[in-house]
T-cell receptor, first 114, second 116 residues
Framework: DAGVIQSPRHEVTEMGQEVTLRCKPI?????LFWYRQTMMRGLELLIY????????DSGMPEDRFSAKMPNASFSTLKIQPSEPRDSAVYFC????????????FGSGTRLTVV | AQKVTQAQTEISVVEKEDVTLDCVYE???????LFWYKQPPSGELVFLIR??????QNEISGRYSWNFQKSTSSFNFTITASQVVDSAVYFC?????????????FGSGTRLLVRP
């Protein structure tokens, strides 16, 4: 398996623009997570899905952030409109259960909003 | 609620020294999992170990060892004979992994600098 795949690796955008981050989890994993990493706040869990259904979005900072998982192999995190304070590294991770339990992280997307 | 505390923000050692990274956790569940991840300067999160709450045996993997003590809610990580390549940020994490939650919560990380 190629692991968790995130795209793009780097994104630079202007304030006010819409940004979409993408994630492909490991095949067979039931859970998908979106994290944000900043110097000030460390690694924060934004939202996670189980079988494509959002379970806990209490970490989503505000209404400008939204996440979807239309199928088992794809998820998006969208920021609209983007602001400079959204600049961070965004990680996607997935895990299965039972014998497949173990969180695998993607390489992250470094977002810079100017 | 879950909480992970890594009190050491930054540690600096000279190569070949042993170093221990501390991790203290809080959880109300009796079944939970603890993890350590390494984040090198390149930025990816590299899995090091997973330990479940029912297994208190210490584990050794090469120069790495982990000490799990439920009595003190600690899961400490020791690097023996440190090397420059060990320089990274190390994160301890906790998951209650129950039917209702598979949230993985991270500590704030400890930055380890190994000087030649």
């Amino acid at each position: 398996d190629a692991g968790v795949i995130q795209s793009p690796r780097h994104e630079v955008t202007e304030m006010g623009q819409e940004v979409t981050l993408r994630c492909k989890p490991i095949s067979g994993h039931d859970y998908l997570f979106w994290y944000r990493q900043t110097m000030m706040r460390g690694l924060e869990l934004l939202i996670y899905f189980n079988n494509n259904v959002p379970i806990d979005d209490s970490g989503m900072p505000e209404d400008r952030f939204s996440a979807k998982m239309p199928n088992a192999s794809f998820s998006t995190l969208k920021i609209q409109p983007s602001e400079p304070r959204d600049s961070a590294v965004y990680f996607c991770a997935s895990t299965g259960t039972g014998a497949n339990y173990g969180y695998t992280f993607g390489s992250g997307t470094r977002l810079t909003v100017v | 609620a879950q909480k992970v505390t890594q009190a050491q923000t930054e540690i600096s050692v000279v190569e070949k020294e042993d170093v221990t990274l501390d991790c203290v956790y809080e959880t109300r569940d009796t079944t939970y999992y603890l993890f350590w991840y390494k984040q090198p300067p390149s930025g990816e999160l590299v899995f090091l170990i997973r330990r479940n709450s029912f297994d208190e045996q210490n584990e050794i993997s090469g120069r790495y060892s982990w000490n799990f003590q439920k009595s003190t809610s600690s899961f400490n990580f020791t690097i023996t004979a440190s090397q420059v390549v060990d320089s990274a940020v190390y994160f301890c994490a906790l998951s209650e992994a129950t039917d209702s939650s598979y949230k993985l919560i991270f500590g704030s990380g400890t930055r380890l600098l190994v000087r030649p």
